[in-house]
């Protein structure tokens, strides 16, 4: 797996072409060490003890077609609340897509 893009919204992703799993869950869930863990990549993707690192969709290419993409988390982040809003949007507007 290789990184690919990141992203603040999918108006800001390539088109909607192949297979995605995507990770999302609570700000320090894990989702980013899983991530890495699946891909068998220690750095992959950006891991922190800090909630709400991961800010942007992050897209990992496995190979052409198929990809992995690492969610902004909710939760526990200590980020003004009108960050939690745009990450719960982006989030929304993802997986409704």
């Known amino acids: 797996a290789k990184f690919s893009t990141s992203a603040p919204d999918i108006r800001h992703l390539d088109g909607d072409n192949g297979l ?3 990770f999302a869950g609570r700000s ?3 989702k ?3 991530l890495n863990r699946l891909t068998r ?3 992959l993707a950006r891991t922190s003890k800090t909630p709400g690192r991961t800010q942007l969709i992050n897209v990992f290419e496995l190979e052409e ?3 992995l993409v690492d969610l902004p ?3 526990y982040a200590k980020v003004p609340l009108e960050m939690k809003h745009k990450w719960q949007k982006a989030l929304g507007e993802y ?3």
């Open 65 to 67: 077609g198929r990809r």
């Open 20 to 22: 995605e799993v995507a």
């Open 32 to 34: 980013s060490s899983a």
């Open 73 to 75: 988390g909710y939760g």
């Open 28 to 30: 320090n869930a894990g």
């Open 41 to 43: 990549q220690k750095n």
């Open 95 to 97: 997986l409704a897509a």
